[in-house]
């Protein structure tokens, strides 16, 4: 562990941008100082939603953040699960920058669902805390986390929100320090996607593809999509009817003209791939 201290070397100049900054902020091993310096040179993107998201708003964070970091963007994010977990996961599967700030001691794998995905981030990336070794997790920590996290960034973004949520007060901190906020919009009868609705009716940018995102940090927008995987043409056939509808196997089963096995076969190709997820209620949804 290494600790910073507020006007001492290495401590993030972004953060006196805010109205309280940390008076320290302490660093997981291995990381050192350096290492956090380098990771955050511009250009940053917080990227944070729903802990309860959906497997498709977890796959769409996945998946801007994989191009994100792709195009040199540095992903910061509060390691929790749902959107916060898909977007770290992201840029590490892009090969890029990303930071973890935790609402807890910088000793405490909490949650528990992401203590792997926490040291991919120690080992690969960063995790900081402003809370010394031995602070546990309380709810009036994670608004003061997102201060940090809002604060690292050039711009926010919003991928899956209700209207009552932790990632609506990062979005509100994030204009308070005058930064971009860019919101996902979502199917109005979705109560997840409440919140991210309604920052785009107070003027956050919609954000529909990663071009979006470029174009607020001020960057060229027409990076290319990663390419997929290579899969088998029936399985490609399959992901891209998922694509324009996400679907139950045996209704893309008699979409596709194929037997429930034969789909099944081709689906399980895609999971390998990672290409496919399954939400709660059984329908399968592309992993980007």
């Not at 993030?12 to 040179?41: H, I």
């Amino acid at each position: 562990m290494t600790m910073l201290e507020r006007g001492g070397p290495g401590y993030p100049v972004r953060l006196e941008d805010l109205a309280s900054p940390p008076d320290r902020l302490f660093l997981r091993a291995p990381a050192t100082p350096e290492e956090l310096a380098r990771l955050l040179e511009p250009p940053i993107v917080a990227v944070v939603g729903s802990r309860s998201a959906s497997a498709a708003g977890t796959a769409f964070a996945r998946r801007i953040c994989r191009e994100l970091a792709g195009s040199g963007v540095c992903v910061v994010s509060g390691l929790a699960r749902g959107i916060d977990a898909g977007a770290h996961e992201g840029a590490l599967d892009g090969a890029g920058r990303t930071v973890a700030v935790l609402g807890c001691g910088i000793d405490r794998d909490y949650p528990s669902a992401t203590v792997g995905l926490a040291r991919r981030i120690a080992a690969a990336g960063c995790v900081v805390s402003e809370y010394a070794p031995g602070t546990p997790p309380a709810p009036f920590r994670f608004p003061e986390r997102n201060r940090i996290v809002a604060a690292l960034a050039d711009a926010t973004v919003v991928v899956e929100a209700a209207q009552r949520s932790g990632a609506l007060i990062t979005a509100r901190l994030a204009l308070d320090l005058g930064r971009d906020v860019l919101a996902v919009p979502g199917a109005p009868w979705l109560t997840g996607a409440g919140g991210s609705n309604l920052l785009i009716k107070d003027g956050a940018l919609p954000l529909t593809e990663v071009g979006d995102v470029l174009l607020a940090l001020g960057l060229d927008p027409g990076a290319a999509r990663l390419p997929d995987p290579e899969v088998g043409e029936g399985a490609a056939r399959l992901l891209a009817a998922l694509r324009r509808e996400p679907v139950s196997i045996d209704v893309l089963a008699v979409r596709c003209g194929l037997l429930p096995a034969a789909a099944g076969a081709l689906i399980a190709e895609l999971e390998l791939a990672g290409l496919v997820l399954r939400e709660q209620d059984g329908r399968l949804v592309p992993n980007g």
